[in-house]
């Protein structure tokens, strides 16, 4: 299956993804993730995109969607993936469309991830995430570690990300609605999208989304 998940900053996409592609067996793909390992491993790609990241704006599309594209040939993309934060704006959803067609390929299903700004910023203000495995996500309040600071899964310290702070989520949430949610409408049109809240525990968000994909598959 290939899919494309969508949502505020802060919705629940990384914490879903991580169940979502381990029940559907396909890799998935965070553009955001992608780009911090380039930072954390010093790369010009990581030095050009954490100016961007840390004042809450999009990385170009420059170097965005080739980024995107390789990694998903890496995957072989006709075996399927979850794009967790690909595409982000309309010029992206466009080269994904040929990117796919290019390869005879088209995407089965867009989960849009709909939650309240309160509550965006309350899960970015206590987020913790793993240095080791980005899949690896906590928060100060509601999924705390059983050891404070260390993961539970691998024993990876625990930090916060240095674009979670309040004002730079706000510059994030302007953005969202400024050139993300159009590829909303983009992808209803194509009859793609479906809607589910992500209010609620981990485990029940994971059933919309997984009931959203079987009647979308
Ligand atoms: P990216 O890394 O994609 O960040 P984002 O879209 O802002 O989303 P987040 O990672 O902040 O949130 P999330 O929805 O994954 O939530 P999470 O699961 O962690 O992008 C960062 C930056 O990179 C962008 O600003 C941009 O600069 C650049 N970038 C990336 N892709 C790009 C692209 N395509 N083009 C251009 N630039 C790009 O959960 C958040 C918290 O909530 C956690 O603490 C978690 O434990 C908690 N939580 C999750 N679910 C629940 C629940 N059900 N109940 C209670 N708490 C919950
Ligand atoms: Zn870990």
């Not at 900053?9 to 979502?20: F, I, R, V």
């Not at 390992?37 to 809450?56: R, V």
């Not at 010029?91 to 939650?115: C, I, N, W």
């Not at 495995?133 to 100060?140: F, K, P, T």
Request: hydrophobic letters at 35%; aromatic letters at 6%; a negative charge.
């Amino acid at each position: 299956m290939r899919i494309v998940l969508v949502g505020p900053p802060g919705a629940g996409k990384g914490t879903q993804a991580a169940y979502l592609a381990e029940n559907l067996a396909i890799p998935h793909i965070s553009t955001g993730d992608l780009f911090r390992a380039n930072i954390s491993q010093g790369t010009p790609l990581g030095q050009q995109a954490k100016e961007y990241m840390n004042a809450g704006h999009l990385v170009p599309d420059e170097v965005t969607i080739g980024m995107a594209e390789d990694r998903m040939l890496q995957d072989d993309a006709s075996g399927g993936f979850l794009l967790d934060g690909f595409p982000r704006n309309i010029g992206q959803a466009k080269a994904l469309d040929a990117f796919l067609r290019g390869h005879d390929l088209r995407l089965d299903a867009v989960l849009d991830l709909e939650v309240p700004e309160d509550e965006v910023v309350a899960r970015i203000a206590g987020r913790r995430l793993c240095r080791n495995d980005s899949g690896h996500i906590y928060h100060a309040e509601d999924n705390l570690p059983k050891v404070p600071g260390v993961c539970d899964e691998c024993g990876g310290e625990l930090y916060q990300r240095e674009d979670d702070s309040e004002e730079t989520v706000r510059k994030r949430l302007a953005v969202y609605h400024s050139e993300t949610e159009p590829i909303v409408d983009y992808y209803r049109a194509q009859g793609l999208v479906t809607t589910i809240s992500a209010l609620g525990s981990v485990t029940e968000v994971t059933n919309r989304a997984m009931r959203a994909i079987e009647s979308a598959g």
